[in-house]
């Protein structure tokens, strides 16, 4: 277990993670067809993918903020 202080990073590295796993395995598949290593293919996209994306969700995680607290409506 992490302790409450991480859960921001932690839900970073999910989120990328689980995004990063569904756009590669997409992308792969659109540029490269089904073919008998697709999925190390698509392993090797993924591991760029998410060394990639966790960074990238840190940095724009703030801007995402308050654009979407601009967006929606305070009740």
């Known amino acids: 277990m ?5 859960q921001p990073l932690v839900f970073a590295f999910i989120m990328s993670g689980f995004m990063a796993f569904l756009m590669s395995g997409i992308l792969t598949l659109l540029n ?3 073919f008998s ?11 760029v993918a998410h060394a990639c994306a966790f960074p990238l969700v ?5 801007l995402s903020r ?7 409506k305070a009740s």
């Open 66 to 72: 308050k654009l979407a607290a601009k967006l929606v």
């Open 58 to 62: 840190l940095l724009f995680a703030p």
């Open 2 to 6: 992490f302790p409450a202080k991480l």
């Open 37 to 47: 290593g697709f999925f190390m293919a698509w392993l090797n996209a993924y591991l």
């Open 32 to 34: 490269l067809g089904w």
